[in-house]
């Protein structure tokens, strides 16, 4: 998963206002870059937990 990562990690810097050659060292100390299969994992937990929360979710994920 390196180009989503590379593609993510630009679109990080250009919101943040950093050049696109800034160290992606300084990027992650601002504790906002997030990878890919983070963010990936984060919107796969959410999805549980909302199914959860329903009986017809519950029927989904038996």
Do not use: C, F, N, W
């Not at 992650?28 to 870059?33: D, F, I, R, T």
């Not at 990878?35 to 994992?41: A, G, M, Q, T």
């Amino acid at each position: 998963m390196d180009q989503p990562d590379i593609v993510l990690r630009k679109a990080y810097k250009q919101a943040v206002g950093r050049p696109p050659h800034a160290a992606t060292s300084k990027l992650e100390a601002l504790g906002v870059h997030k990878k890919v299969r983070e963010l990936i994992d984060a919107h796969l937990v959410s999805q549980l937990e909302r199914l959860r929360q329903t009986s017809t979710g519950h029927t989904v994920l038996r």
